[in-house]
Each structure stands twice: as structure tokens, then as C-alpha cells.
């Protein structure tokens, strides 16, 4: 899942769960569980845009960064001030994984290799690879279901 999706997820955790200890540890627990579903970002080895694997890496990075913070903006005009540390924490928790996985991408730090490849290996569970296109088909209804959650309850 792009990073927007699993913020999503840990946003919507964070309304309900006002600790934010408690928020950050289900958001991370949340990531994981997410990544099991087949969701097409495998597709982006293979943008042409880009020459090298970092660079395709980074590109799509740049675009969920952007797309992240306008929806969290999005987000937090809409909801309660006092669900926002919730919020904030539940969502650092279900993007921390992609980070720390980002890290060992580019920096090839043994430290994480073992992290590395449990993370990787959740996405390929079920076994079925998606092309970008239809990940989004996955994604977007997700991302527009967590934002109802955020902004309805």
C-alpha cells in the first residue's frame, strides 16, 4: 500500500483510540495487515520514467508525500481537535514500517536486512501480483473509506 493508505488507516485508529502509545503500536500492527492484501505498488519497478530503481523509488515516494499531506491536512481541518494526537500518533506507527524499509533500500544497512525481507515477504502471501491500475482500484476505495471514517465518526 502507498504510504497515503496506510496513514489513512492509522488516522482512522487514532480517532477511536485516544492513548497515543496505543494508537502508534495499532497503527503499526495495521500496516502489516494491509500490506497482505494484494495492491499493485510491485508495478512501479517497472515505470520506464525513471532509469534506476531509486529513482523510480524515490519519484513515487515524492508523489505519496504530497498526496499524504494534503489529505492529512484534509483530515484534521475535519475532525475534533482532541482526537489529533491520536491521530498523529496513529498514523507515524502505520507509516513507520515503509520507513525503516526505505531506510535499508537505500542505505543497505545490515542492521535491517532481517526487517527488510519479513516486511517484504508480507506482500507476497497471497500470491497475486497487481498491476498499478488495478491496485488502485484497491487503494482508492480504501483511502475513501478510512477518509469517511476520519471525518464522520
Not at 508495478?43 to 524515490?58: M, P, S
Not at 526505505?102 to 527488510?116: D, K, M, Q, R, V
Not at 508480507?122 to 491496485?135: D, E, N, T
Request: include cysteine; aromatic fraction near 14%; charged fraction near 10%.
Amino acid at each position: 500500500m502507498y504510504l497515503t493508505i496506510h496513514a489513512a488507516a492509522g488516522a482512522a485508529i487514532g480517532q477511536f483510540i485516544s492513548n497515543p502509545l496505543l494508537a502508534f503500536i495499532l497503527g503499526f500492527v495495521s500496516h502489516f495487515i494491509l500490506d497482505i492484501i494484494p495492491h499493485g505498488d510491485e508495478g512501479i519497478k517497472h515505470w520506464k520514467w525513471f532509469k534506476t530503481d531509486l529513482g523510480r523509488l524515490a519519484a513515487a515516494t515524492l508523489i505519496d508525500f504530497f498526496v499524504l499531506c494534503a489529505v492529512a491536512m484534509y483530515w484534521l481541518i475535519y475532525s475534533p481537535v482532541n482526537v489529533f494526537p491520536g491521530m498523529i500518533y496513529g498514523m507515524a506507527g502505520a507509516v513507520l514500517p515503509d520507513t525503516l524499509w526505505g531506510l535499508h533500500e537505500l542505505t543497505g544497512t545490515p542492521l535491517l536486512n532481517w526487517y527488510s525481507k519479513s516486511h517484504s515477504s508480507l506482500h507476497h502471501i497471497l500470491k497475486k501480483p497487481l498491476a498499478v491500475q488495478h491496485g488502485f482500484l484497491i487503494q482508492i476505495p480504501l483511502l475513501l473509506a478510512f477518509t469517511w471514517l476520519i471525518i464522520n465518526l
